[in-house]
């Protein structure tokens, strides 16, 4: 089955600076990869996604990289605010439609 | 994207005894999953929920101790029968309403056993 890695499990920037997560996944059937934003108490929610045929794709401040090569894929936060704190997982589907998640990583933004 | 309903928010219960959590979906939806996710923890899928079917069990997981139903496309129960304190986590619906968008996920449910 699909194994997704993440990192790093935590992440702390000061509010401005930018933020890096990475995700790599195992099975090259995988063709769709969501990111997800869970706040404290809450269910995730989806901030982003990308498929299999699109190397990047930007939205506002949030950006998602793809390279199916090396099977790794990244979300990039800019200009971090402290609205941004929370754990983010990547995601990782292909032809089971039944999505494998990463650990999750914990970004903490210091004003 | 459809809208997930998830009862209850929470609950404390007594070990050895069942809990069923609800979950309710504003349109039919393809796929229904149910999660568990500990405190500050990633999401662990325990089974998808089949329509008119027994329930697909990840490995660790299983039927007599987690029985689901999903009597149509809108609905689907999952309870935890003969609760431990090992039990206590945040369980959660989730929902893909067609073969080519995201998952959606209910509010969860935070289950202590005492």
């Known amino acids: 089955g699909e194994n997704v890695e993440q990192h790093p499990s935590t992440l702390s920037v000061q509010e401005g600076d930018s933020a890096v997560i990475k995700c790599t996944y195992s099975d090259s059937a995988s063709n769709y990869f969501p990111w997800y934003k869970q706040e404290l108490g809450k269910r995730p929610q989806l901030i982003i996604d990308i498929r299999s045929n699109v190397g990047e794709k930007k939205d506002q401040r949030i950006a998602v990289t793809l390279n199916k090569t090396a099977k790794h894929f990244s979300l990039h936060i800019t200009e971090t605010q402290p609205e941004d704190s929370a754990v983010y997982f990547c995601a990782a589907r292909g032809g089971s439609y039944i999505p494998t998640f990463g650990r999750g990583t914990s970004l903490i933004v210091h004003p | 994207s459809a809208v997930i309903s998830q009862k209850p928010s929470r609950d404390i219960c007594q070990r050895g005894t069942s809990l069923t959590i609800q979950c309710q979906v504003d349109?039919?939806?393809?796929?229904m999953f149910w999660y568990r996710q500990q405190p500050g923890q990633s999401l662990t899928l325990i089974a998808t929920?089949?329509?008119?079917?027994?329930?697909?069990?990840e490995s660790g997981f299983v039927i007599d101790k987690f029985p689901i139903s999903r009597p149509n496309l809108t609905f689907s129960t999952l309870t935890v029968s003969n609760m431990s304190p090992e039990d206590s986590s945040i369980y959660l619906c989730s929902a893909v309403d067609n073969w080519n968008t995201e998952a959606f996920f209910g509010q969860g449910t935070r289950l202590t056993v005492v």
């Open positions: 349109s039919q939806v393809t796929m």
């Open positions: 929920a089949n329509q008119g079917s027994e329930a697909t069990y």
